[in-house]
């Protein structure tokens, strides 16, 4: 398939036609001018291919702007990490690259989110459609209160999706997510009888089911222990090669572990009002950030001096 043919399928997969447009008109490739612009230029290290492209992206609460000009690159195939402080912005980042925010009444979103280069927020793209490509694994684990196997087939089954067999489907998706040798047997069980490290894979397996491109991550294991953390990570790697992920965790040695490109964010304060908003500080490769950042604050963080 060529570029052009699959971004055509894109522009045309997240169209919808009767429905009301949630958020405000998009500009098609302005995030990616941005990107090619910054990479030609060598002012970074972007991603030669990138899923998502941010430029200029500003998210506010009400009057609150909790995260301001946010421009980065997430690459195909690649684990990005957001880090940083409480409050900075980053898990508020992370909704908006699957429009999570439309779910907030008073969220509003400027700038432009381009997904393989067409903006998620224009005026015919179908939000639910994203959320299907894009999909998301919350902080706990929060499996339906069905059974493992309607838990896996849900996300298909409301979105009718066409399948040959579910069972099959189920099954790819269990194992993709590490955990069909350990639920095989028990299909027919409610979830909520898994271990907390088993209910997150299945939570993994959940939002892989509906064959998504990207699998975002908020803070995935901040509610495990060591050992259900390793398997995550360890099923997160090899995730890499089939999905793009992004994740926020408040781990450094995790970010330091699994990701491939790290974005560190921080609270700033504006010195027309003195307000804080989130602010991305740096996004390099994790080596670069974690060995030798360009930020002054990136080393504060990351070395334990604040956060």
């Given at each position: 398939m060529t570029d052009q043919t699959e971004t055509d399928q894109t522009e045309s997969g997240l169209a919808r036609t009767a429905q009301p447009h949630i958020g405000r008109p998009g500009r098609h490739s302005a995030a990616s001018e941005t990107h090619h612009a910054a990479r030609d230029e060598g002012k970074a290290d972007v991603p030669p291919d990138p899923v998502f492209v941010t430029d200029k992206l500003n998210v506010y609460y009400g009057n609150f702007h909790a995260v301001t000009d946010v421009?980065?690159?997430?690459?195909?195939?690649?684990?990005?990490?957001?880090?940083?402080?409480?409050?900075c912005g980053k898990s508020t980042v992370l909704r908006c690259l699957n429009r999570m925010n439309d779910l907030i009444p008073t969220a509003r979103v400027e700038g432009t989110v381009s997904y393989h280069g067409h903006d998620i927020?224009?005026?015919?793209?179908?939000?639910?459609?994203?959320?299907?490509?894009?999909?998301?694994?919350?902080?706990?684990?929060?499996?339906?209160?069905?059974?493992?196997?309607?838990?896996?087939?849900?996300?298909?089954?409301?979105?009718?999706?066409?399948?040959?067999?579910?069972?099959?489907?189920?099954?790819?998706?269990?194992?993709?997510?590490?955990?069909?040798?350990?639920?095989?047997?028990?299909?027919?069980?409610n979830a909520n009888g898994l271990s907390g490290g088993q209910q997150q894979r299945l939570c993994i397996a959940r939002a892989i089911a509906t064959t998504p491109d990207v699998v975002l991550m908020d803070e995935p294991c901040s509610a495990l222990d060591p050992i259900a953390t390793l398997k995550i990570e360890e099923l997160m790697a090899e995730l890499r090669n089939r999905y793009t992920i992004v994740i926020v965790t408040h781990n450094m040695?995790?970010?330091?572990?699994?990701?491939?490109?790290?974005?560190?964010?921080?609270?700033?304060?504006?010195?027309?009002?003195?307000?804080?908003t989130g602010a991305l500080v740096e996004f390099d490769k994790t080596t670069k950030i974690f060995e030798s950042p360009s930020d002054r604050r990136t080393e504060d963080y990351i070395s334990g001096r604040f956060g």
């Amino acid at each position: 398939m060529t570029d052009q043919t699959e971004t055509d399928q894109t522009e045309s997969g997240l169209a919808r036609t009767a429905q009301p447009h949630i958020g405000r008109p998009g500009r098609h490739s302005a995030a990616s001018e941005t990107h090619h612009a910054a990479r030609d230029e060598g002012k970074a290290d972007v991603p030669p291919d990138p899923v998502f492209v941010t430029d200029k992206l500003n998210v506010y609460y009400g009057n609150f702007h909790a995260v301001t000009d946010v421009d980065l690159s997430f690459g195909k195939n690649e684990i990005t990490a957001l880090i940083g402080p409480s409050g900075c912005g980053k898990s508020t980042v992370l909704r908006c690259l699957n429009r999570m925010n439309d779910l907030i009444p008073t969220a509003r979103v400027e700038g432009t989110v381009s997904y393989h280069g067409h903006d998620i927020y224009g005026e015919r793209v179908d939000p639910i459609e994203v959320r299907r490509r894009i999909g998301m694994v919350f902080q706990k684990p929060n499996p339906f209160p069905k059974s493992i196997y309607d838990n896996v087939a849900y996300g298909p089954r409301v979105t009718g999706m066409k399948v040959d067999s579910m069972d099959d489907l189920v099954e790819s998706a269990l194992t993709g997510a590490a955990l069909w040798d350990e639920v095989k047997d028990k299909l027919k069980q409610n979830a909520n009888g898994l271990s907390g490290g088993q209910q997150q894979r299945l939570c993994i397996a959940r939002a892989i089911a509906t064959t998504p491109d990207v699998v975002l991550m908020d803070e995935p294991c901040s509610a495990l222990d060591p050992i259900a953390t390793l398997k995550i990570e360890e099923l997160m790697a090899e995730l890499r090669n089939r999905y793009t992920i992004v994740i926020v965790t408040h781990n450094m040695q995790q970010a330091a572990r699994v990701s491939d490109r790290t974005a560190f964010f921080s609270v700033q304060q504006k010195s027309e009002t003195g307000d804080r908003t989130g602010a991305l500080v740096e996004f390099d490769k994790t080596t670069k950030i974690f060995e030798s950042p360009s930020d002054r604050r990136t080393e504060d963080y990351i070395s334990g001096r604040f956060g």
